[in-house]
């Protein structure tokens, strides 16, 4: 053993062209981890930040103390949403490819993050989302039109055509504007669960982002004021191991969980199977109890993987194997409900692909309409005064002449 | 100027219960400057928050509850640590209404304590007001006495577009000539000392004619206004001084009403010179009243170095500086 300092670099377990390896990644069996009390100490249930809650075992059963009982309906609703967040993304990515938006990013392999959380949350909770959470829109009912015509930058577009596709937002439906500032929305939510705390108010703030932007200092900032004023908001790191190129390592991961990070900051930390929607609504349902109880903010980190590339404009096997997701040992949250319900005798491959098939048709029929208030290329455009609205609450002096002099300029 | 700036926060704070305050040390402490002395007895800790050293959260943290209705009013405690804020302030603070269309905005208000010639070294006497300037939707108010200091403030806090409140400390206790040998002198003997009791607003956005005058116009704000009075009495010229008060909005027909009168300009600021706002002041008069100048626009400001601990009164742009400057300009033709 050489006996002096070295410089170690994360290094992700296989390259392209080599065979998927997930020997790093730690799990427990579904049903084994137990699930404490919602008013439990931190200093009590360390072991929810290393081991991991999972309730479906492989035999597509519902096992532990996780399993949250949910109605058959409740399950196939969260199924419907997870699919039509999957075919809506598969739709616009192809619009993208076909150059009819400029940009689009996939949720794949991450549905049941959004969909189970949204489900396990009550209306009035304010969600901070990060760029991968088209699922909390399909569970709260923002019709899908709304959200083309802000990838589309048309006349409808909520967006006012000032925000790359993705990033929607909706104060009716309490979802935060997304920004392109990686992690800045987690410390935001924590000061909106201050505010809520501070006017009496029981609604709580949930926040997500990516295992890669948990290096940011915001990240930290949200820890320590959630720690601090045990503000009533629940952190989610999304880990799906891989930030464009960087292998998760690279963000920490690699010497401790992502999860671990709550005990160090004084907040109840849980690993859980982000793959498996009953244990991801058990989690959440158990930290949004604990937050809504005065009994502290939770971290959860939910285990998954990016089954797509990082946006359209990324190439994945450039820097990991092409059967990678394939081989992820926590499989697909689709297919896993999915097949949870078929042992229960609730579903059927044939009701899969006839709803499947219906919401595909959904997804065309928004389209067809979206279309109708421009697209990039064609139609009716926005008009390119609005530019200098919402700067300020009131158009200065200054601004007024700048859209004069533009306005000037197209003539 | 601090007990005018506490009576504002603790007007807003009994007018509206949305009005909170947060900080380092500003709750049983009452600040390092004590601007907050007594409001967290008076208000209770839900709505004056003392808080960890971790400036960028703080303002987040003001976002969200701005975002969640209530009024924030942030302390970061020195200038000089406003920057590790800055994505948040420059990101997210001054775009939220714009990215989300109006659908979202935080209502904010960033105070902090700005200049030098408090022996403060480079890490306490910063001017970064330029900063800000150069961001697309955040207000930027820097007083210079108490009776703006109040009025300005409550403005600030009843605004729904966020502001970053840059207060010139050295001036905090009293006005300040540019002359760290002279006794100091007390507002109370100033009439922009004399403070209302009660609620009362100076519009943000309007820049104020501080001494009015006919051979040239200095344009200026925060501790340097008493400064450049001073330099121009010490030199017997008849000056409009302009207190700027307001970066953005600016009030630019005011100074150039002043400049095309006179056909002679001086901007003044503490902080430095490249790039800093006399520089955005210098064109945007140049170019209304080009025709009227008698002379080049001169610019004085602190070095093009750091605030440096030892020699402050070499950096600090005082009435030599600014009197020489006058003297060029006068001797222009």
């Known amino acids: 053993m050489p006996r002096r300092s070295r410089l170690h670099t994360p290094k992700p377990h296989s390259r392209p062209g080599e065979k998927p390896d997930f020997s790093y990644l730690e799990t427990s069996p579904a049903g084994a981890v137990p699930r404490p009390d919602v008013n439990a100490r931190v200093r009590d249930i360390g072991n929810l930040a290393t081991d991991l809650v999972r309730v479906l075992d492989d035999e597509h059963r519902a096992v532990g103390p996780w399993h949250p009982h949910l109605d058959v309906a409740e399950l196939q609703i969260g199924l419907k949403h997870m699919l039509l967040t999957r075919v809506f993304d598969d739709r616009m990515q192809r619009t993208q490819r076909q150059g009819k938006i400029t940009f689009y990013m996939r949720s794949l392999g991450e549905e049941a993050v959004s969909v189970a959380q949204a489900m396990a949350l009550r209306p009035g909770d304010m969600l901070f989302p990060s760029y991968r959470n088209q699922g909390l829109y399909m569970v709260r009912g923002r019709p899908l039109v709304d959200l083309m015509c802000q990838l589309l930058s048309n006349t409808s577009d909520m967006c006012k055509g000032r925000q790359l596709p993705v990033m929607y937002h909706w104060a009716a439906g309490r979802i935060f504007s997304i920004s392109g500032n990686l992690a800045t929305q987690f410390p935001q939510a924590v000061g909106w669960a201050m505010a809520a705390a501070i006017k009496g108010e029981d609604d709580i703030a949930v926040s997500w982002l990516g295992e890669g932007s948990s290096a940011e200092a915001d990240f930290h900032y949200a820890m320590l004021f959630a720690a601090v004023y045990q503000a009533p908001v629940i952190l989610n790191v999304v880990n799906n191991q891989w930030a464009i190129s960087t292998f998760q390592g690279f963000a920490g991961g690699e010497q401790r969980s992502f999860a671990a990070r709550g005990p160090g900051y004084g907040i109840a930390g849980i690993r859980v199977d982000g793959n498996d929607f009953l244990a991801v609504y058990a989690v959440t349902q158990w930290a949004a109890e604990r937050a809504r109880r005065g009994a502290g903010p939770t971290l959860i980190e939910h285990v998954t993987y990016r089954g797509a590339a990082h946006s359209t404009s990324d190439d994945p096997a450039r820097y990991r194997p092409k059967d990678d997701y394939e081989k992820w040992p926590l499989g697909d949250p689709v297919e896993r409900l999915k097949k949870h319900l078929i042992a229960l005798g609730e579903w059927s491959e044939e009701r899969h692909a006839a709803l499947t098939a219906e919401l595909d048709a959904q997804v065309v029929a928004a389209w067809k309409e979206a279309v109708t208030h421009g697209t990039l290329g064609e139609g009716p455009r926005l008009n390119p005064d609005t530019m200098f609205e919402d700067i300020f609450k009131d158009v200065p002096p200054r601004l007024v002449r700048q859209r004069e002099q533009m306005c000037s300029e197209q003539t | ?333």
Request: glycine content about 10%; charged content about 20%.
């Open chain 2, 1 to 333: 100027m601090i007990q005018a700036l506490n009576s504002a926060m603790d007007i807003m704070m009994t007018r509206d219960p949305n009005v909170v305050v947060l900080g380092e040390d500003v709750g049983y402490f009452g600040g390092v400057f004590r601007v907050t002395d007594g409001l967290q007895r008076k208000y209770g800790e839900h709505r004056v928050l003392d808080t960890p050293i971790a400036e960028g959260a703080i303002v987040a943290a003001a976002i969200g509850m701005g975002v969640n209705g209530l009024r924030p009013v942030a302390e970061i405690q020195f200038a000089d640590y406003i920057y590790p804020a800055c994505d948040q302030i420059f990101s997210e603070l001054a775009r939220l209404r714009y990215r989300s269309a109006g659908e979202f905005w935080a209502p904010v208000t960033i105070r902090t304590p700005c200049g030098g010639g408090i022996r403060g070294g480079q890490t306490h006497s910063q001017s970064p007001e330029a900063i800000f300037t150069h961001v697309c939707g955040i207000k930027v108010v820097m007083p210079s006495n108490p009776y703006d200091a109040k009025g300005l403030l409550i403005a600030a806090i009843e605004d729904d577009d966020p502001v970053v409140f840059l207060e010139p400390k050295r001036v905090y206790n009293g006005p300040f000539d540019g002359n760290p040998n002279k006794a100091a002198v007390s507002w109370s003997e100033h009439a922009r000392g004399e403070v209302p009791d009660g609620y009362y607003t100076v519009p943000i956005g309007k820049a104020d004619i501080v001494r009015a005058g006919s051979q040239v116009t200095i344009v200026t704000y925060g501790t340097m206004v008493y400064v450049c009075q001073a330099a121009a009495e010490s030199i017997g010229l008849d000056a409009e001084i302009i207190d700027v008060r307001s970066m953005v909005p600016l009030d630019i027909d005011t100074i150039t009403a002043s400049v095309s009168k006179t056909g002679r300009c001086v901007i003044a600021h503490e902080a430095t010179l490249f790039s800093g706002f006399g520089a955005e002041l210098s064109a945007s008069i140049q170019e209304a009243c080009f025709w009227k100048l008698e002379a080049p626009i001169l610019r004085v400001a602190g070095w093009d170095t750091p605030y440096p601990h030892a020699f402050e009164w070499e950096y600090f742009p005082g009435q030599a500086r600014v009197a020489g400057a006058l003297k060029t300009v006068m001797e222009s033709r």
